[in-house]
């Protein structure tokens, strides 16, 4: 049996066959809406990010599981054929895990996912080994958080900067904060992590706004944090940077034509471990993020409409 390749960015978490209906707007509670269209994509947030990792130059392992079944194997396919190494990725008795998806006309979406085989990764899958070169670890919260916590500490282990994305949102244990060495939230995410203490600005804040909210993250041990704003972009409150003037950097929108939300998060958090592993800054990461996730939001679907780096390059230069 051949050894897995070496990867510079390993991914711990979820994997999930996307099962999205499109229609007109979102449906009220207790109301029924036409449909116009309905596909089975490939999704989960740490497969997606994996994808966005790789086809934006990354090395990247993923250690995941799915079921014996036709959406295992299309997830197993799929990230294969980006360039993930999947044969960390554990066949299991469950059920492959599944997001019900609705996306309106605006791009817009609502979620709900069920783990299914996701929900059987355990911290013995998370040997080792499988860090023992990496740069980056990338984790989310679609897998049981003593899982989250393994991979977490297997990263630091090696070094590897930890990179977490806080969400679906849930509780951090204190020692997967002080593993973590970059935080990812949106501002809601950022807000229910700070507590009732927190004020979040506005979106089109400005950056000397966000001053409060980066010292109560570096009170709370965690120094880096990446705040995603939607539409408006993002702010980087990185309190490890040399000057003060660089600790809080805005991240200006790239704008585009949204047809599909679904998964752009993921993006962005791909390309950030991308480019982290790449050596470059956490606002550099951020920047190039932005216009990754703004390029996936215009064509339908999570992996299949994530960009290489000519993509993202050829935006940037426009």
């Not at 059987?120 to 958080?145: H, K, M, N, S, Y």
């Not at 679906?168 to 935080?183: F, H, K």
């Not at 752009?264 to 996730?293: H, K, N, Q």
Request: some cysteine; aromatic content about 4%; charged content about 20%.
């Amino acid at each position: 049996m051949t050894s897995a390749p070496k990867a510079g960015i390993v991914v711990v978490g979820s994997l999930n066959a996307d099962l999205t209906i499109y229609c007109d707007r979102l449906p009220q509670p207790g109301e029924t809406v036409h449909g116009n269209g309905f596909a089975v994509n490939p999704g989960g947030k740490s497969a997606n990010q994996a994808v966005a990792a790789s086809k934006l130059g990354g090395q990247v392992s993923l250690i995941g599981a799915v079921g014996d079944d036709s959406n295992g194997t299309m997830l197993l396919d799929s990230t294969a054929s980006a360039g993930v190494d999947v044969s960390r990725v554990r066949r299991s008795d469950a059920a492959t895990g599944v997001a019900v998806i609705s996306v309106d006309a605006s791009g817009e979406n609502s979620i709900i996912i069920s783990a299914g085989a996701n929900g059987t990764l355990r911290p013995a899958d998370v040997a080792p080994d499988a860090f023992q070169d990496a740069d980056v670890v990338c984790l989310c919260l679609e897998v049981g958080i003593d899982t989250v916590i393994a991979a977490a500490q297997a990263g630091h282990d090696v070094g590897a900067t930890v990179l977490l994305n806080l969400s679906p949102y849930a509780e951090v244990p204190e020692i997967l904060a002080d593993l973590s060495d970059v935080l990812l939230v949106n501002a809601h995410e950022a807000s229910l992590f700070l507590g009732s203490e927190a004020d979040v600005p506005d979106a089109d804040a400005e950056s000397e706004a966000w001053e409060p909210v980066r010292s109560q993250f570096a009170d709370r041990g965690l120094q880096r944090v990446l705040v995603t704003l939607g539409a408006q972009g993002s702010v980087v409150l990185d309190s490890l940077a040399r000057g003060t003037e660089d600790q809080i950097t805005r991240i200006a929108p790239t704008r585009v034509s949204a047809v599909d939300t679904t998964g752009a998060g993921d993006a962005f958090t791909g390309a950030v471990a991308a480019r982290l592993a790449a050596g470059e800054s956490l606002a550099d990461a951020a920047a190039f993020a932005s216009v990754a996730a703004a390029l996936a939001a215009t064509k339908k679907g999570t992996q299949a409409a994530y960009p290489s780096n000519a993509d993202v390059e050829k935006l940037r230069a426009a």
